[in-house]
């Protein structure tokens, strides 16, 4: 069985850098696509960022881009999310997934697993 486990996640000022991680175990996504979605209170899940399965070419929301960075080590089958200059609105839970597709989606319907998340607070 598949599982995605995230890490990292706790509260910190604006301004401030959180580092999530995200192991995968079960199975390898060295294939895949993984991705990085958040969803705040009364709101829905978005999308933040995703890698393809090589790490080559990655893909951000426009409200992350220039302050987060996806990377990963399909040696160790984990999935980084580096955050920086952290804002209030940044304040969510952050989800990982593991794609179906190999190229670095936005599409919540392209991930078939899905981790319980993290929760990144940030104060102003």
């Known amino acids: 069985q598949a599982q995605l486990v995230e890490s990292g996640g706790g509260l910190v000022q604006a301004g401030g850098s959180l580092r999530l991680s995200c192991a995968a175990s079960g199975r390898t996504f060295s294939s895949y696509a993984m991705g990085w979605f958040r969803q705040a209170p009364g709101k829905e899940r978005e999308f933040v960022a995703a890698?393809?399965?090589?790490?080559?070419?990655?893909y951000y929301a426009a409200s992350v881009k220039g302050r987060f960075t996806i990377s990963r080590d399909n040696a160790k089958n984990t999935v980084y999310l580096q955050m920086s200059s952290l804002k209030p609105e940044d304040t969510a839970d952050y989800y990982c997934?593991?794609?179906?597709?190999?190229?670095?989606?936005?599409?919540?319907?392209?991930?078939?697993?899905w981790g319980q998340g993290t929760q990144v607070a940030v104060s102003s």
């Open positions: 997934a593991a794609g179906r597709v190999s190229y670095e989606s936005a599409h919540q319907r392209d991930y078939a697993y």
């Open positions: 890698i393809s399965w090589g790490g080559g070419r990655s």
